[in-house]
């Protein structure tokens, strides 16, 4: 809470506090088979669960009045839908050939109708099918953060996000820890 002095009157200095400004209220547009992307690897719940942690708690947030739109393809629906909870989690599945699970997304994200009442939306992909929806957005005066993996992003999406977010896969960072304890032994070895 942020504190607000008032002006003394006669002997005393009041303080009132006052609550810090409401969050931004936020739609969220997660591709999530193009976050959880590792190649030759089954997406698992459990892939699902540390993403939507660290999306829900560390990189971005979502409050309680955000929407949540998710979207997957009808193969994978049933093992990652287990990783999201909350109410306002709404699932939006495709087809099982390409940009089948970002149709279904598109489909029910039709910015003028969210501009009135949120100011954000968060677009967690890195493809470039969502820059008609982000530069719609903006024109509507929201604010577009867009979140990616490291594996690319298209420039055209990425030049209309006011802020960009990298989340990087929990594999990954596990492999490059690996590598750099085996480096650590290997030196420690050559120096012996």
Do not use: C
């Not at 989340?167 to 120096?191: E, G, Y």
């Amino acid at each position: 809470m942020r504190q607000l002095d008032i002006a003394p009157s006669q002997d005393s200095i009041t303080t009132m506090t006052s609550p810090a400004p409401p969050p931004v209220r936020t739609v969220h547009a997660i591709d999530l088979e193009n976050q959880l992307v590792m190649r030759g690897r089954r997406l698992t719940t459990a892939d699902a669960t540390r993403w939507w942690s660290v999306y829900r708690n560390e990189a971005v947030g979502v409050g309680p009045e955000d929407l949540v739109f998710v979207g997957v393809s009808v193969h994978t629906t049933r093992e990652l839908r287990l990783a999201f909870e909350g109410d306002r989690v709404m699932w939006r599945i495709g087809h099982a050939g390409p940009d089948g699970a970002d149709l279904a997304l598109l489909s029910a994200l039709y910015a003028p109708q969210f501009a009135a009442k949120y100011r954000r939306l968060v677009i967690a992909s890195g493809d470039h099918i969502f820059a008609p929806l982000a530069r719609h957005a903006r024109e509507l005066g929201m604010k577009v953060q867009l979140v990616h993996t490291a594996n690319g992003v298209s420039s055209e999406l990425a030049a209309l996000a006011a802020t960009r977010t990298t989340i990087r896969p929990a594999a990954r960072s596990q492999r490059v820890r690996a590598l750099s304890a085996i480096r650590l032994v290997h030196a420690a070895a050559v120096a012996a």
